[in-house]
């Protein structure tokens, strides 16, 4: 059995992309893993955030962690600032961080362009505490985008650089990504992913948009003139984007898909593709609600963070005393 360890942002609600593309991965792992789901607050705060709705947000990630088919009797669901062990073992990580390979990240240079007087220090340091999210409980395998290969290449040099320098004792990581709906786009603009924080609303499907919302933005997707179901991601991105949602919402293949379609027009295959993409959702929809104001959210985030904290707790302690932080305590 090997241990998993995924982290989302509450950052704003998920989008079907984020769904499609990472969190359905999750339910089939627990079976047969030890899992860890995180919902990384603390990363969330490197831009400014509304306490009031940073709270809410991170209340419904948790209820559609759980609405997704997250079994917290198999699976540990908690919060990342509920468990200190985080920030404590993201400070070992930043000390034998280089200056360097932090300013190399995309994300970094992407959301730093420009003036670096507004930029948070966090932006640049948080791969540490990312890196640390990952190596305190063990973790064998991380199930990421293609977005985070970056992310994940600097957690696994991190790992082999404190294990040369002071003592054997963190697990370097796999990483794994998802063969198919690894990357969903934007409706509007099919060669940039999809976000959640998308200033085009249309360009994005959230989880909790209701079903008249999604047909309306699936119908207005972007895609060409040719009339055409083909996939062909260089010269037909629009198209190849809505095959790949109706992909991962039906388990159909592309070729049945681009068969299904041979001879008919756009209309009646965005018209398939919402209706996948509702079928999917609906019942999601459905249990998060029951959830969203629940003392049983509560009850299983508290359980969550008790057992997070027994797992990171025992790694930061090694990590410590690998450095030489702190005394030995004598035993009594």
């Not at 985008?145 to 991190?158: F, P, V």
């Not at 924080?197 to 079903?211: A, R, T, Y």
Request: glycine share 6%; aromatic share 6%; hydrophobic share 35%.
């Amino acid at each position: 059995m090997k241990t998993i360890f995924s982290g989302i942002q509450p950052s704003g609600t998920l989008t079907i992309g984020n769904y499609l593309g990472a969190m359905q991965h999750f339910i089939p792992l627990q079976e047969d893993h030890h899992c860890y789901y995180c919902i990384v607050d603390e990363h969330a705060v490197t831009v400014p955030q509304d306490r009031l709705e940073l709270r809410r947000n991170i209340r419904s990630l948790a209820a559609l962690y759980l609405a997704s088919g997250i079994d917290p009797e198999k699976t540990t669901l908690f919060i990342q600032s509920e468990v200190p062990a985080h920030t404590q073992m993201g400070w070992i990580m930043q000390c034998i961080s280089y200056i360097g390979e932090l300013e190399r990240m995309t994300q970094f240079k992407d959301k730093a362009t420009g003036s670096k007087e507004a930029v948070s220090s966090s932006l640049l340091t948080y791969p540490p505490l990312m890196a640390a999210d990952i190596l305190l409980y063990k973790t064998d395998i991380v199930p990421v985008g293609d977005d985070q290969k970056q992310h994940m290449e600097l957690t696994r040099n991190l790992a082999q650089r404190f294990n040369n320098k002071f003592n054997d004792i963190l697990t370097v990581p796999d990483v794994s990504i998802p063969k198919s709906g690894a990357r969903i786009m934007s409706l509007q603009d099919p060669t940039k992913k999809m976000s959640k924080s998308d200033s085009n609303e249309k360009g994005f499907i959230s989880m909790l948009d209701e079903p008249k919302k999604i047909v309306k933005k699936v119908k207005s997707a972007v895609t060409d003139s040719e009339g055409i179901v083909k996939f062909d991601k260089e010269n037909k991105p629009g198209v190849s984007n809505l095959i790949t949602i109706q992909s991962a919402c039906t388990g159909k293949s592309v070729e049945e898909i681009e068969t299904a379609y041979e001879g008919k027009g756009y209309g009646d295959f965005k018209q398939d593709v919402a209706d996948a993409v509702v079928s999917v959702l609906e019942p999601i929809q459905k249990r998060y609600y029951e959830l969203i104001d629940s003392e049983k959210l509560d009850e299983i985030l508290d359980d969550g963070a008790d057992k997070a904290s027994f797992a990171a707790n025992k790694m930061l302690r090694k990590a410590k005393k690998a450095m030489g932080l702190g005394r030995v305590r004598k035993k009594k």
